[in-house]
């Protein structure tokens, strides 16, 4: 079986495919019946999941309350901007699928290896054929562009890419990469990305000032600490890629500069007001008349923000010289265990999609004294590929044994931006 294939070396080099399924069922507690038949594909039993509302459960009814406004919000958003086709990025298990083809749009579900290995083949056993021929799935890892550009490929003509709950998980490298692949896939097929996630803080803190007034604070807190332990990275230093301040349990990001970030690489953005007067969620139902009001008001300043490509805009020449440098070679992992030492080379890129056979090979070599990892012809290490170095590191007894060699620029950039360097590189 190809590492690619295998759940559990997937999962490994990135946990945040686990987080899919909450969305989920969020959903189908709100009320989503498309949601509850999609967990019961998976055989995941009703008792497992339902819960009745508890007006005082201030950790799961704000969330499912978080979770429904971003979808309908999205979901909104998209139907808005007419296009005829939706790349859902990522998609984890969610049932815009069957909404979206419902509407007569094409759509590609787009996520982890971990997650479409899954997901793919149940909602192709649920689809009837009538949208059968409009429904895709694509593995991405999306600081791969080529992932993103072959997923792109399968939909003709401009592609609304909608992305809800992905970029609280990426490091400041990976929303770089994310953003420049954003760009260029528009800047080729036209259309626009419409992320929800943009203002995350916001639409977070607008429901538990709702529904937990003065605790709205804490568990701001409580969900951030969440996240970090979901991913390597720190949420609040990393959101959006720019750095935020917490002051006495309220939280201020600077969106101007965010907002400049994106400017810098050629995206321009729109902000489209989750708020309608028409706004109607099934988790109103669960709610108090004043809990409404009061969430109605807060989220008259959250956004999503709609997000097209600057046709003149071009790095692309800069990352092409980066990248000649050490060469656009395919991925390869060679490796050999001798007398207790691991020596590994690793070539092309080393992203979520890739790094499960380093993982595999690292395993398969048993109990291991000493690591040589060779980086020289690595083209690119993201969060994935970091984790099993770290794995790997961490396996060590003797921390010392651990070396890294040929660490070339891009490897080294990567490295000093997420502090790996601290530990991984030896002369530091
Ligand atoms: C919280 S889930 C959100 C999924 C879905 N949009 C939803 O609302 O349920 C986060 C998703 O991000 C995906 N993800 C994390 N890192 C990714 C990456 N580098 N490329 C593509 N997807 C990624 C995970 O596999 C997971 O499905």
């Given at each position: 079986?190809?590492?690619?294939?295998?759940?559990?070396?997937?999962?490994?080099?990135?946990?945040?495919?686990?987080?899919?399924?909450?969305?989920?069922?969020?959903?189908?507690?709100?009320?989503?019946?498309?949601?509850?038949?999609?967990?019961?594909?998976?055989?995941?039993?009703?008792?497992?999941?339902?819960?009745?509302?508890?007006?005082?459960?201030?950790?799961?009814?704000?969330?499912?309350?978080?979770?429904?406004?971003?979808?309908?919000?999205?979901?909104?958003?998209?139907?808005?901007?007419?296009?005829?086709?939706?790349?859902?990025?990522?998609?984890?298990?969610?049932?815009?699928?069957?909404?979206?083809?419902?509407?007569?749009?094409?759509?590609?579900?787009?996520?982890?290896?971990?997650?479409?290995?899954?997901?793919?083949?149940?909602?192709?056993?649920?689809?009837?054929?009538?949208?059968?021929?409009?429904?895709?799935?694509?593995?991405?890892?999306?600081?791969?562009?080529?992932?993103?550009?072959?997923?792109?490929?399968?939909?003709?003509?401009?592609v609304c890419i909608?992305?809800?709950?992905?970029?609280?998980?990426?490091?400041?490298?990976?929303?770089?990469?994310?953003?420049?692949?954003?760009?260029?896939?528009?800047?080729?097929?036209?259309?626009?990305?419409?992320?929800?996630?943009?203002?995350t803080v916001e639409?977070?803190?607008?429901?538990?000032?709702?529904?937990?007034?003065?605790?709205?604070?804490?568990?701001?807190?409580?969900?951030?600490?969440?996240?970090?332990?979901?991913?390597?990275?720190?949420?609040?230093?990393?959101?959006?890629?720019?750095?935020?301040?917490?002051?006495?349990?309220?939280?201020?990001?600077?969106?101007?500069?965010?907002?400049?970030?994106?400017?810098?690489?050629g995206l321009r953005?729109?902000?489209?007001?989750?708020?309608?007067?028409?706004?109607?969620?099934?988790?109103?139902?669960?709610?108090?008349?004043?809990?409404?009001?009061?969430?109605?008001?807060?989220?008259?300043?959250?956004?999503?923000?709609?997000?097209?490509?600057?046709?003149?805009?071009?790095?692309?020449?800069?990352?092409?010289?980066?990248?000649?440098?050490?060469?656009?070679?395919?991925?390869?992992?060679?490796?050999?265990?001798?007398?207790?030492?691991?020596?590994?080379?690793?070539?092309?890129?080393?992203?979520?999609?890739?790094?499960?056979?380093?993982?595999?090979?690292?395993?398969?070599?048993?109990?291991?004294?000493?690591?040589?990892?060779?980086?020289?012809?690595?083209?690119?290490?993201?969060?994935?590929?970091?984790?099993?170095?770290?794995?790997?590191?961490?396996?060590?007894?003797?921390?010392?044994?651990?070396?890294?060699?040929?660490?070339?620029?891009?490897?080294?950039?990567?490295?000093?931006?997420?502090?790996?360097?601290?530990?991984?590189?030896?002369?530091?």
């Amino acid at each position: 079986m190809s590492a690619n294939n295998n759940k559990d070396l997937n999962t490994a080099v990135n946990p945040t495919s686990n987080t899919a399924v909450t969305t989920l069922i969020m959903l189908a507690n709100a009320g989503y019946d498309k949601a509850s038949e999609i967990l019961e594909y998976m055989g995941i039993e009703r008792e497992t999941f339902f819960r009745e509302t508890d007006p005082n459960d201030m950790l799961n009814r704000p969330s499912d309350i978080v979770r429904e406004l971003r979808y309908v919000a999205l979901n909104r958003t998209i139907e808005e901007t007419g296009y005829q086709n939706l790349m859902d990025l990522p998609c984890g298990y969610t049932p815009k699928v069957f909404e979206f083809t419902a509407k007569g749009m094409n759509y590609n579900g787009c996520d982890l290896p971990a997650v479409i290995n899954d997901f793919a083949p149940l909602i192709e056993s649920m689809a009837d054929d009538e949208i059968k021929n409009r429904i895709h799935f694509s593995v991405v890892d999306v600081t791969n562009y080529e992932s993103m550009k072959a997923a792109a490929d399968k939909l003709e003509g401009p592609v609304c890419i909608a992305t809800e709950g992905l970029t609280v998980y990426l490091n400041s490298d990976e929303h770089t990469r994310l953003f420049r692949n954003i760009r260029r896939i528009l800047q080729e097929k036209g259309g626009c990305w419409l992320n929800s996630d943009a203002e995350t803080v916001e639409y977070y803190m607008a429901v538990y000032k709702a529904v937990a007034k003065e605790k709205a604070g804490e568990l701001m807190r409580a969900v951030t600490r969440g996240f970090g332990s979901q991913s390597d990275t720190n949420f609040v230093q990393q959101h959006a890629g720019v750095a935020q301040q917490r002051k006495e349990g309220s939280w201020s990001v600077d969106y101007d500069a965010i907002e400049a970030g994106y400017k810098k690489l050629g995206l321009r953005v729109e902000k489209i007001p989750y708020y309608r007067d028409d706004l109607q969620l099934r988790l109103y139902s669960k709610m108090s008349a004043e809990e409404i009001e009061r969430l109605k008001e807060n989220i008259k300043h959250v956004n999503v923000w709609k997000v097209t490509a600057d046709p003149d805009f071009d790095d692309n020449k800069k990352i092409q010289q980066k990248t000649e440098e050490i060469g656009d070679l395919p991925f390869e992992v060679k490796s050999e265990v001798k007398d207790g030492v691991f020596s590994v080379s690793i070539r092309g890129r080393m992203d979520t999609i890739t790094s499960p056979e380093l993982l595999k090979q690292f395993r398969e070599a048993g109990e291991v004294k000493e690591i040589r990892v060779d980086v020289s012809q690595m083209a690119y290490v993201s969060s994935a590929g970091l984790r099993v170095l770290l794995m790997m590191y961490k396996s060590l007894e003797n921390k010392d044994r651990f070396e890294l060699n040929g660490v070339n620029d891009t490897v080294r950039e990567i490295l000093e931006t997420t502090g790996f360097d601290q530990f991984l590189l030896k002369e530091v």
